[in-house]
């Protein structure tokens, strides 16, 4: 069974200064998110609205290592960041008062990773 690599050059980027800024700051949550990118697409994380309304507190900033799927609603003003977001999911995030981010942008916003929730 052959060895497969990530091709995307914004994804290969990604996992890479998630493991940079593990060294630099020492928080393990950026390893954990970019040993979870590197498996295969099919494994990465899948959450929905509804997921995210009933693990979530308000206020709260969680990450997904996925792909953030609109089944649902959400009524709490959360953060969430993401590898990606669907049109309708991001929409429904924004209305509720939470805020969308990608995973580089909360990384860049909160180095330590401190008071971060990874949800699978």
Do not use: C
Not at 6 to 19: F, G, H
Request: charged share 25%.
């Amino acid at each position: 069974m052959s060895e497969s690599f990530k091709t995307n050059p914004q994804l290969v980027a990604l996992i890479s200064d998630l493991k940079a800024k593990t060294r630099e700051n020492g928080a393990a949550v950026w390893r954990d998110i970019a040993l979870r990118l590197e498996k295969p697409k099919r494994n990465w994380a899948e959450a929905n609205l509804s997921k995210i309304e009933m693990h979530a507190k308000d206020g709260e900033t969680i990450i997904v290592p996925g792909k953030v799927l609109a089944a649902g609603s959400v009524n709490k003003k959360v953060t969430v960041a993401a590898y990606s977001f669907s049109k309708a999911a991001a929409e429904g995030i924004r209305t509720a008062g939470g805020e969308t981010l990608s995973i580089s942008e909360l990384m860049v916003a909160n180095p330590s990773g401190s008071g971060v929730r990874i949800l699978r």
